[in-house]
C-alpha cells in the first residue's frame, strides 16, 4: 500500500497571523469547512490563548468541522496548554499542538533557560495536554539552528512524555532541501522510541525553499507536512499547500505517496482565501494563479493544441480550474447556474443559489457573456457578506481633468431600518469622492490604506473586483465588492466594511443585552 502524508493546513493559524491576513471568526469558519471538503487531514485553527476571538473561532470550528482534526497552538506553559484543552473540546478530533524553542540563540536570549529547563518545560507541556487528548504534537521552535545532539534529546524526552507527532520547524526559513533531508533521515532512524511518532515539517519561505525544504523531509522520512494555502504564513510566509500537495501528486512516480486531498477543491479554496483575506493571487502563482494554465506563446498554444501533455504537467481540471469558460447567459436558468457553481467547488445553499441568481441576472443583462471568473466574484460576494444594513440605492460621479472642478460623487443608500440618504462629496478623486460620501451617510470615518481594483474576466465589459483595506483608530477591516463598473465595485467595498462594523456592533449589543 502506499503511504499516506499527512497535510497539516495552518493557513488559520501561521498563515492568519501575519500581518494584513487577519480573519474574522465567521470567515475562519468559513475557510475551515473549505479545507475540511479539501480532505486535509488537521486544521490548525488558531493560538487559543491569543486573545478570546481566536478562542472562540477554535471553538466554533471545533463544534462544526468533523472530517479533520481540529488543532490549537500552545506554547509550553499551563494557560496555554488549558485554553488549547478547552477550546478543542467539542471536535470529534482534537489535537494540542504544544512548542518551545531549542535552539541555544533562542535559549539565551528569548527563554533565558537552560537545556535542562527547555526539556522540563517540554515534558511537563506534554504530560498536561496528554490530560486533554491523546493527540499532541510537539515543536522544538528553531528546530533547524538546534545542536543534533541536544535535539535528539528533547525529541526523545518529548516521545517518551507522550507525544505522538514531533514537528521539526525551519522557524527562520534557513535549512537547504540537502540539510533538512539529512536531519529527517537522522531523526527518523537515530531517535529512541521514533517508531512511536510521526515527523512532520514545518518550512518557512524566507529563501523561497518552503515547499523544496517540505519535499526533502518527506525523502527524509517526514510523514506530515505543515502548508499554508496560497503560502501564507509569518514574514515570507509558510510552505504552500497547493504546491506540496501537487507536487506529490504530480510526481507520485518519484515520492511514491499519497495524500488525502480531493485536489479539485484546491482553485476554490485558494480563491476563497484571497477574497476573504483582500489578497490576490499573484497571477505567476504556481498552481492557483491566473497563468498558471495560461499558453501565451504561439509555439506553446500549437503545442498544447496538438496534445496537451506537451507543455502542461498537470491538468488545470485536476485543482478545478475550469476550461470551457464561456458559460452562461441572461437565458440561462438556475439548474444550469448551480451546476455550474459545484463545477466551480461551489456547494450552494438554496438561500445562496437564489441571491447569486439575481445578481446573476442582472449581470447577464449588464454584459453579454458570463464568464466563470465573473460567476466565482458573484459567488465569493455571497460567501463574504453582500449583507446590510446598507445598501447602495444609486451613484453618480463625475470626474475629469478640469484644473477648476474637483470629481464630485452624488451617492443614495437605503438603511434596512427603511431609511434613504443621500450625500453628495468631492475630493482629488472620484473613488474617494464616492467614499466620502458614504462615510457621510452611514457616519463611519474610516481611514483609507489602500484600494486595488482587479479585473476579473476579459473584454471592455468585464467585472471588476475591487478590494480595499481600511483602518479605525482601533482596528483594521478589509472590504470587497465586485461590479461591472469599477467605482461601483470600489463603492460596495468599502460599504462591505461598514456593514460589517454595523452587524458587529449589532450582535455585541445583544450579547451585552443578554448579560
Ligand atoms: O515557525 C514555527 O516555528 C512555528 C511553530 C510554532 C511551529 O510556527
Ligand atoms: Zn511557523
Not at 502506499?2 to 487577519?22: C, M, N
Not at 484543552?85 to 482534537?94: D, L, N
Not at 534557513?174 to 532512524?189: A, G, H, M, N, V
Not at 438561500?351 to 442582472?362: A, D, H, M, T, Y
Amino acid at each position: 500500500m502506499t503511504e499516506h502524508v499527512k497535510i497539516f493546513d495552518t493557513t488559520l493559524r501561521d498563515g492568519e497571523q501575519a500581518p494584513g491576513f487577519s480573519m474574522t471568526s465567521g470567515q475562519k469558519l468559513r475557510m475551515a469547512e473549505a479545507l475540511e471538503g479539501l480532505g486535509v487531514d488537521v486544521i490548525e485553527a488558531g493560538f487559543a490563548a491569543a486573545s478570546p476571538g481566536d478562542f472562540d473561532a477554535i471553538q466554533k470550528i471545533a463544534e462544526t468541522i468533523k472530517d479533520s482534526t481540529i488543532c490549537s497552538l500552545a506554547r509550553c506553559n499551563t494557560g496555554d496548554i488549558r485554553a488549547s484543552g478547552e477550546a478543542i473540546k467539542p471536535a470529534k478530533s482534537g489535537r494540542i499542538h504544544t512548542f518551545i524553542a531549542t535552539s541555544p540563540l533562542h535559549r539565551e536570549f528569548k527563554l533565558k533557560m537552560s537545556k535542562d529547563e527547555i526539556v522540563r518545560r517540554a515534558v511537563e507541556g506534554i504530560e498536561l495536554a496528554r490530560s486533554y487528548t491523546d493527540d499532541v504534537e510537539f515543536s522544538c521552535e528553531d528546530a533547524i539552528r538546534t545542536e543534533r545532539d541536544y535535539l535528539k534529546r528533547v525529541v526523545e524526552a518529548a516521545i517518551k512524555a507522550g507525544a505522538t507527532t514531533i514537528n521539526i520547524p525551519d522557524t527562520v526559513g534557513y535549512t537547504t532541501p540537502e540539510e533538512i533531508q539529512d536531519l529527517f533521515q537522522f531523526l527518523t532512524t537515530e531517535i529512541d522510541g521514533g517508531d512511536k511518532a510521526i515527523f512532520s515539517a514545518h518550512c518557512h519561505d524566507d529563501l523561497g525553499l518552503a515547499v523544496a525544504n517540505s519535499l526533502a523531509a518527506v525523502r527524509g522520512g517526514a510523514r506530515q507536512v505543515e502548508c499554508a494555502l496560497n503560502g501564507i504564513g509569518e514574514r515570507a510566509g509558510n510552505c504552500a499547500t497547493e504546491e506540496v500537495v501537487m507536487a506529490l501528486n504530480t510526481r507520485k512516480d518519484f515520492f511514491g505517496l499519497t495524500t488525502g486531498i480531493k485536489t479539485e477543491g484546491i482553485y476554490a479554496a485558494s480563491k476563497l482565501l484571497a477574497t476573504i483575506t483582500g489578497n490576490p493571487v499573484p497571477r505567476n502563482k504556481a498552481i492557483v494563479g491566473k497563468n498558471a494554465f495560461a499558453h501565451e506563446s504561439g509555439i506553446h498554444q500549437h503545442g498544447v493544441l496538438a496534445n496537451r501533455e506537451t507543455y502542461e504537467i498537470m491538468r488545470p481540471e485536476d485543482v478545478g480550474v475550469s476550461t470551457d469558460n464561456l458559460v452562461l447567459g441572461k437565458h440561462s436558468g438556475r439548474a444550469a447556474l448551480k451546476a455550474r457553481a459545484t463545477k466551480l467547488g461551489f456547494e450552494l445553499s438554496d438561500n445562496q443559489l437564489q441571491s447569486v441568481f439575481v445578481s446573476f441576472k442582472e449581470l447577464a443583462d449588464a454584459k453579454k457573456e458570463v464568464f466563470d471568473a465573473d460567476l466565482e466574484a458573484l459567488i465569493m460576494g455571497e460567501a463574504v457578506g453582500t449583507q446590510g444594513p446598507w445598501k447602495i440605492d444609486s451613484l453618480y460621479v463625475s470626474a475629469g481633468s478640469d484644473d477648476n472642478r474637483s470629481p464630485q460623487a452624488t451617492v443614495k443608500l437605503t438603511h434596512e431600518s427603511g431609511e434613504t440618504k443621500e450625500a453628495v462629496s468631492e475630493a482629488a478623486g472620484p473613488v474617494n469622492a464616492v467614499f466620502l460620501a458614504i462615510s457621510d451617510i452611514t457616519g463611519h470615518p474610516l481611514h483609507l490604506e489602500s484600494f486595488t481594483v482587479q479585473s476579473v474576466s476579459e473584454g471592455k465589459d468585464a467585472m471588476a473586483e475591487a478590494a480595499v483595506r481600511v483602518s479605525t483608530e482601533f482596528e483594521n477591516y478589509h472590504g470587497r465588492g465586485a461590479s461591472t463598473d469599477t467605482v461601483l465595485a470600489g463603492a460596495k467595498a468599502y460599504l462591505d466594511v461598514i456593514n460589517r462594523i454595523e452587524r458587529r456592533a449589532v450582535r455585541q449589543a445583544s450579547i451585552a443585552a443578554q448579560h
